[in-house]
């Protein structure tokens, strides 16, 4: 089949009209023919709406006011609602589970202030980093 045989019959190739022998006809020649398979892809995107019309002027704006809608700004930036409205994963929680917990057992160790003095006998302080004062007769 050569080119001027082919062109008529790339409606029906595309539709599935033509009969088998005809389509294989066709096939086998889209295959080796550049010319007439970018002719062939042409009409394709034709037919399957490669020629939109542009969406009317009254959608547009009606579409781009309810993203502006949702989108708007209330009161946090558009980053901080993204990263505040997402679920929170599971291990996210558990780590913070863990680093509140680890933060209330360390505070619970913690000394309340200064330690006591420690008082001998007749009340005065002792200062307990010597070793006791005894004298000599007494050991």
């Known amino acids: 089949m050569d080119c001027q045989d082919v062109t008529p019959e790339l409606f029906g190739y595309h539709f599935g009209t033509l009969d088998e022998p005809r389509r294989s006809a066709v096939d086998e020649h889209l295959l080796g023919c550049a010319g007439c398979l970018r002719q062939y892809q042409r009409l394709k995107h ?9 969406p009317d002027p009254r959608v547009k704006a009606r579409l781009r006011s309810a993203v502006m809608a949702r989108t ?9 609602r993204r990263v505040l409205s ?14 509140a917990a680890a ?7 913690a000394p309340r202030g200064a330690p006591a003095p420690s008082l001998g ?6 200062d307990s980093a010597r070793p006791p ?7």
Not at 121 to 126: I, L, T
Request: glycine share 12%; net charge positive.
């Open 121 to 126: 006998p007749d009340g005065a302080k002792v």
């Open 72 to 80: 708007s700004s209330r009161g946090l930036t558009a980053s901080a």
């Open 103 to 109: 933060v209330a057992l360390a505070l619970s160790w």
């Open 46 to 54: 034709a037919l399957d709406g490669g020629g939109l019309a542009a």
């Open 86 to 99: 997402r679920p929170i994963p599971l291990y996210q929680g558990l780590a913070a589970a863990c680093v």
């Open 133 to 139: 004062y005894t004298p000599a007769a007494v050991l």
